[in-house]
């Protein structure tokens, strides 16, 4: 399973982004989705995740501000980010709890990461 995330970039405070992860290989169905984030100097947190029916849970940081989605046709997670702050800069990264055809198990994916700045 491969994960290409992409939509980051340089934002004003205030501004928005819009950060997309598409999930591609042999997968026969996609658990939860996600995003993390990881600034300089800190641990990667959870941001924001969905599960495959449609349950969401945010950051206490972010909540009101970014919102998660998912097109289960695309295997590909989406995460809304409004009101963006100079707090919100990390590093981007998508994750799944994917099956593989025939498997019985769900495996964790991690996306290459996608960096986010925003200006104060």
């Known amino acids: 399973v491969q994960l290409q995330a992409s939509g980051g970039g340089l934002v004003q405070a205030g501004g928005s982004l819009r950060l997309s992860c598409a999930a591609s290989?042999?997968?026969?169905?996609?658990?939860?989705m996600g995003w993390y984030r990881q600034a300089p100097g800190k641990q990667r947190e959870s941001v924001a995740t969905?599960?495959?029916?449609?349950?969401?849970n945010y950051a206490d940081t972010v909540k009101g501000r970014f919102t998660i989605s998912r097109d289960n046709a695309k295997n590909t997670v989406y995460l809304q980010m409004n009101s963006l702050n100079p707090e919100d800069t990390a590093v981007y990264y998508c994750?799944?709890?994917?099956?593989?055809?025939?498997?019985?198990?769900?495996?964790?994916?991690w996306g290459q990461g996608t960096q986010v700045t925003v200006s104060s």
């Open positions: 994750n799944v709890m994917a099956r593989h055809y025939g498997g019985a198990q769900y495996i964790t994916y």
């Open positions: 290989g042999s997968i026969s169905d996609i658990n939860r």
């Open positions: 969905i599960t495959s029916g449609g349950s969401t």
